[in-house]
């Protein structure tokens, strides 16, 4: 028999001490998968690399977060939960210098990779060590204590690159973290306990086929989501392979896992049945949170042309006002009040909040137009956040704790790959074929369409072109007309898309989300 977690639980200035630690290091890590975004230019001047290869740099970081995710309840087992989240926290910590002194690409990519492979740890542990430190009852206080590093660190990330790019320069958004990663390891070191969950297993007999096919299955998938769009999708050859590569690599896994002795990822966990919806959710709340953090800048900045501080700024508001949401809807968990309810209405909020960034994509919108829909997302992400997190694990006991976070956080991330991949996907497609719309409505023969290229050639022809050189710019003029309607268009269907996700998973929540007399339990969704 497993021991129980309550052994764990802290009180005092401990508990407070443990559980920023924790949050800090989560914080951290989130923060590192989006502050890089806005430096890609000027790494890629400083450092002589192309587009293709400095994007590296992100995809490297993810490829090394998506494998150790699944990993690091069994690495705690091995090693010792303080030992693994302080080894952990000192990689980051020492890759965050390194990345920041790397002097080609190649070295950056390779620091990015093994500082990932240090963050992988950070998101799942610490939700795991504030998970056991906290009394049962106060769980759903704990859950929303660690959401808030998660949903602030993707919009911390990039206002705060945006600033150190434009006022110091870009090695720095890697310096921040060493004083943090500092102190996080010394804490750590001092207050975290390592729990005994029986004899850990020797590495000689540890299941290396099993980490091999994991290795594989879910690094391809990840490449799969992070470039297929850019390859092409399946017109790549390595597309192709890596596809097949991710199926077999994760079906063979599982076999894997479900018939060694001492699997390093223990599937049997899932039987737990709110840990298995709780697991699907966390996927669509990664599409929702990462997938609208990516679409809202994405727009502001290409569209709008704003700057990436600017876009950053304007989710300030709505992500402020989640973290007083949070507090307000664990206390609504510990009095009671069922989290289907709660689950439903933020997925319905969520649902609003695409129907009104819908209804405000116009080539003159304002950050005033935003604030509304981005605060009903963020009462949504409150709504989603915590009830979800609290009944996956509230179930759980000893070392399933540990592993049924590692699933969470997988799917989390693996649904934020899914929803950008998407997301940029429709993006393109749908932009092709609502170019070809619009401009199949301007009949070149038609007397207003010829009236206002000839008004817009002898505007150019007064500004001294000739008129050959006139009539082309006048084109040219019409032709980014077309665009820009076709790419407002497509991003209005993004969100009918995003939405109608959502809304669909309203009724499945309160149909398959039921009551015990003395717990949430879930009904069985596969039946």
């Not at 809202?296 to 508001?317: E, H, Y």
């Not at 009040?337 to 933020?346: D, E, H, S, T």
């Not at 992400?381 to 509230?394: A, D, E, N, R, Y």
């Amino acid at each position: 028999m497993q021991p129980q977690t309550e052994s764990l639980i802290e009180h005092g200035p401990r508990l407070v001490i443990i559980t920023i630690t924790a949050v800090f290091c989560a914080l951290l890590e989130i923060i590192d998968t989006t502050i890089v975004n806005v430096a890609l230019n000027s790494m890629r001047g400083s450092l002589g690399a192309t587009l293709s290869e400095i994007s590296w740099v992100i995809t490297a970081y993810s490829l090394a977060n998506v494998i150790m995710i699944p990993l690091s309840s069994w690495l705690s087992q091995q090693f010792g939960r303080r030992n693994y989240f302080a080894g952990s926290v000192i990689l980051f910590t020492i890759c965050s210098f390194l990345c920041g002194n790397a002097h080609s690409v190649t070295e950056l990519v390779i620091f990015r990779f093994l500082q990932g492979i240090g963050g992988g740890a950070l998101l799942v542990t610490s939700q795991t060590i504030i998970t056991e430190s906290w009394p049962p009852h106060k769980r759903a206080m704990a859950q929303a204590i660690y959401f808030l590093g998660v949903i602030v660190g993707p919009t911390l990330g990039p206002p705060l690159g945006g600033y150190i790019v434009d006022n110091i320069s870009w090695p720095y958004i890697f310096y921040i973290n060493i004083p943090v990663g500092i102190m996080a390891s010394i804490l750590t070191i001092q207050y975290v306990r390592s729990p005994s969950y029986g004899k850990k297993q020797s590495l000689m007999d540890a299941d290396w086929l099993g980490i091999i096919l994991l290795t594989v299955g879910l690094s391809s998938l990840q490449y799969v989501l992070e470039k297929g769009q850019e390859d092409d999708w399946f017109n790549s050859e390595l597309i192709i392979v890596l596809s097949v590569a991710a199926f077999l690599g994760l079906y063979l896994f599982v076999w894997r896992q479900l018939v060694v002795a001492f699997p390093v990822v223990d599937l049997r966990v899932l039987k737990d049945n709110n840990l298995r919806i709780g697991v699907t959710l966390s996927f669509v709340l990664g599409v929702g949170t990462f997938g609208s953090t990516f679409i809202i800048p994405l727009f502001t900045q290409s569209v709008l042309g704003w700057s990436a501080q600017q876009a950053g700024v304007l989710q300030l508001p709505s992500t402020l006002f989640v973290a007083v949401m949070m507090p307000v809807v664990a206390t609504l968990i510990q009095k009671g009040v069922q989290q289907k309810w709660l689950i439903a209405v933020g997925m319905f909020l969520f649902y609003c909040f695409c129907m009104l960034t819908y209804h405000i994509i116009v080539p003159d919108t304002s950050a005033g137009d935003f604030f509304w829909p981005l605060m009903v997302r963020g009462a949504g992400l409150g709504l989603l956040s915590v009830p979800i997190s609290t009944m996956s694990l509230s179930t759980l006991k000893g070392a399933e704790i540990s592993q049924g976070a590692a699933f969470s956080g997988m799917m989390r991330q693996l649904g934020g790959s899914f929803g950008i991949a998407m997301i940029t996907t429709f993006l393109a497609r749908k932009t092709s074929i609502h170019r070809a719309d619009v401009a199949r409505h301007l009949n070149v023969f038609d007397n207003n369409v010829q009236q206002h290229i000839s008004q817009l050639a002898a505007g150019f022809h007064r500004q001294g072109l000739d008129s050959l050189a006139s009539r082309n710019s006048a084109y040219q003029v019409i032709e980014a007309a077309v665009n820009k309607q076709a790419t407002l268009l497509s991003y209005m269907d993004v969100m009918m898309l995003v939405g109608g996700i959502f809304i669909v998973f309203v009724p499945l929540v309160l149909l398959f989300i039921r009551r015990s007399k003395n717990k949430v339990s879930l009904a069985d969704a596969a039946h």
